[in-house]
């Protein structure tokens, strides 16, 4: 026989919520009811489908029970592992990312969190547990169970999966004893005899260290602060002892897409030649990238690889570069397909944004990464082979267990890109910590290479000669679009040039280190501050300015982004092109695509535009497309009214995009300082027990 919520409800009920809830008696009411939000844009069709799916299973179903299935579904969406019921009752606005109240204006509809707040957590999980679709995390031989709850955490059964195949993994590389060179010491001090600035620690000398001693280790920094540098001396000092013994270790790198696996190529392979280390040591380090797709062998419409637990990956140390941008459900695959002796080194910004699917690895596995938490015994070690003090470091003490991971983490300090005096690194500082008031202090009076501008209105003719020009400093200073538009004119081979010239390669090569100059930045795709919008106010100041021509939807000059990894091209997700002119065989002009290749040679490709299906213009890409990715000038265009992906981890990503130059774009006062108070929380319970 079905409950009603009359039934379930234990607490007084106000007399509106009454009224809203007479109606909801049944499955079949509730149901009806998130029709109506799935109109309203509150759910997805996609968790109402979820729903439908668990009430053909279980007819009758708990209305409670299915309100939260249908809630666990939405977090997904939002990038959560799963739905925080206590959590949810206490903040549900903020949990689920659900509409204000005033949107109830609308016409009489019981809103998200009106239902919510007639609820009490204990009872809503005890009618959650007693239900026949739903597993308990620590129950054995319910595996067919759609639903998992786990403590106050309820799951889709995959997501919990991942998690536990995750903690597992991580569990027993943690304490798996590996061997530590006796000469320790003298290895490290070889390949850090230039040290670290005067009175700082040697931070990448002690990441180094502590990732000799497990099969898991993270380094973890802001930009600048020597992430390469310091996994390339890594992998020099793992492949030393190896090949003195005649077996090379057989080392893999890998990174989440296509422009971070080109930025790390080229990187890496200029680190290498700079190691002091033998030069049997210096060929048996890898300096070629792969995506992490194609290390895993990806299968096209599947979400199987071709490496997995039963045909693992033949190799015995991985690095894995940009890892905030690896999900949930990409890490469980990562680490299924691992050797069990294989050793995996993650290396990543934990403050930036994380993947765009649910999950975020990264940020929950270095959560104690600022404190550092190392146990006395961690520590001692530390200083013993690393020959420095951490007294005063600021670390905080751990707990061997409470902190098992931490002791297998290392955060990098110090940026060399931004120093002390650096406003970038200020700023971005500001913003990490979310000091929102210091932050507008600093825009007010900016250093040199940070600049603000308050838009007047959508036809801020100040904001059009940002786009051209840059800050108008010239050709040494910040510069805009005209930059590489002019650089195609300049710096074009003579008329008569052979097709098959290597000029031309190199012209290509000269226009898309030249766009690398200036980039704009969005928070999000719609609207006039939008990527969408703003796409087409570049394209129409540029070509009202002379610079391109376009009548037609291919043009020279036009900058198209890859959206999904074209594998028979050999283009992947994020990859910049630039259209140009080039001679065809019999000397015609002939407009073809030019795209860096992904080895690191500095080599150009050049595409047909009638080959390119999954591209779009990217004279603004959103924060999360340009990760991976950096620019000399970048410009942050905020939207004009507050928005879910509005955090301070948007801006600080955005912010650190930028090499020299960073200039942040505001249509509405405000926005700014709503963006930096807001901090992405995404609930999981990624290693809970295991910090």
């Given amino acids: 026989m079905s409950r009603t919520l009359d039934d379930l409800l234990p607490t007084p009920l106000q007399a509106e919520h009454l009224a809203a809830l007479a109606p909801l008696k049944h499955s079949q009411d509730l149901l009806a009811l ?36 249908a809630l666990a579904s939405h977090q997904l969406g939002h990038g959560h592992v799963c739905l925080d019921l206590e959590q949810t009752l206490a903040e549900p606005d903020f949990a689920l990312s659900l509409p204000p109240e005033g949107d109830a204006l609308a016409g009489p509809l019981l809103l998200p969190s009106q239902l919510l707040a007639t609820l009490e957590p204990s009872t809503w999980r005890q009618r959650i547990a007693a239900s026949r679709l739903v597993a ?40 798996a004893d590996e061997s530590i060179p006796a000469d320790l010491p003298a290895r490290l001090e070889q390949l850090f005899e230039d040290g670290a600035p005067a009175g700082q620690v040697d931070w990448q000398k002690l990441a180094c260290a502590l990732a000799t001693r497990a099969a898991f280790s993270i380094i973890t920094g802001g930009p600048g602060t ?30 989440p897409t296509g422009k971070a696996a080109a930025r790390l190529t080229e990187s890496i392979g200029q680190q290498v030649e700079r190691l002091r280390v033998s030069a049997e040591v210096r060929a048996q380090i890898p300096t070629e990238v792969s995506t992490v797709h194609r290390l895993l062998g990806s299968r096209p419409g599947s979400r199987h690889f071709r490496h997995h637990a039963g045909n693992p990956l033949p190799l015995d140390v991985l690095v894995v570069d940009e890892a905030s941008m690896i999900d949930l459900e990409m890490m469980a695959n990562l680490l299924d397909a691992l050797p069990a002796q294989a050793r995996l080194v993650l290396l990543g910004d934990k403050d930036q944004l ?12 270095c959560r104690y990464a600022e404190e550092g938490r190392y146990t006395p015994a961690t520590q001692a070690w530390l200083e013993q082979v690393g020959g420095q003090s951490l007294q005063g470091s600021g670390l905080q003490p751990g707990d061997a267990q409470q902190h098992a991971l931490a002791q297998q983490v290392v955060m990098l300090r110090y940026s060399r890109r931004f120093g002390e005096g650096s406003g970038i690194g200020q700023l971005a500082r ?15 009076m900016p250093p040199e290479d940070v600049f603000g501008l308050s838009l007047r209105g959508e036809h801020d003719r100040a904001f059009d000669r940002l786009l051209l020009d840059g800050l108008g400093r010239g050709e040494d200073g910040p510069q805009g679009y005209r930059h590489y538009l002019r650089s ?11 097709a098959d010239a290597p000029a031309w390669e190199q012209w290509a090569a000269l226009v898309l280190n030249s766009f690398e100059s200036f980039q704009l930045l969005c928070a999000v795709r719609k609207g006039p501050w939008g990527v969408e919008g703003l796409n087409e106010r570049v394209a129409r100041v540029l070509h009202n300015a002379g ?43 002939l407009l073809r695509v030019a795209f860096p290749r992904n080895d690191g040679s500095g080599g150009v490709r050049f595409v047909l535009p009638s080959r390119l299906n999954e591209v779009e213009t990217v004279f603004a890409m959103t924060v999360h497309k340009s990760q991976g990715s950096e620019f000399s000038h970048t410009a942050l265009v905020l939207p004009d009214a507050l928005n879910p992906v509005l955090t301070k981890e948007l801006v600080y990503t955005g912010i650190t995009r930028a090499k020299h130059c960073f200039s942040l774009v505001e249509p509405r006062a405000g926005v700014f300082e709503e963006a930096v108070e807001r901090k992405v929380r995404r609930i999981s319970g990624l290693m809970l027990d295991q910090g």
């Fill in 488 to 498: 195609i004119g300049r710096h074009r081979p003579a008329p008569g040039t052979p």
């Fill in 226 to 255: 020597g992430k390469t540098t310091t996994v390339v001396r890594l992998l020099a000092l793992l492949q030393g002892p190896a090949v003195e013994q005649g077996r090379p270790l057989r080392i893999r790198l890998a990174a």
């Fill in 547 to 589: 610079l391109i021509d376009t009548r037609q939807p291919w043009y020279e000059g036009r900058p198209v982004l890859v959206t999904r990894n074209d594998y028979g091209l050999g283009l992947m997700n994020g990859d910049i092109g630039i259209a140009l002119r080039l001679p065809d065989e019999n000397g015609e002009p």
């Fill in 354 to 365: 994380a993947s765009v699917e649910a999950g975020a690895v990264l940020g929950d596995l």
């Fill in 34 to 69: 998130l029709d109506r939000w799935v109109e309203r844009g509150w759910l997805r069709a996609l968790d109402r489908a979820f729903v439908s799916f668990l009430e053909e299973r279980e007819a009758g179903s708990d209305p409670l029970l299915l309100l939260a299935a």
């Fill in 430 to 444: 500001l913003v990490n910590l979310q000091q929102a008031r210091q932050a507008r202090d600093l825009l007010s």
């Fill in 136 to 175: 308990l995390g620590d129950a054995e031989g319910q595996d067919a169970r759609p639903l998992v709850l786990s403590g106050q955490r309820l799951y889709l059964r995959r997501y919990w999966s991942y998690e536990r195949r995750i903690d597992r993994s991580l569990q027993q590389r943690i304490v």
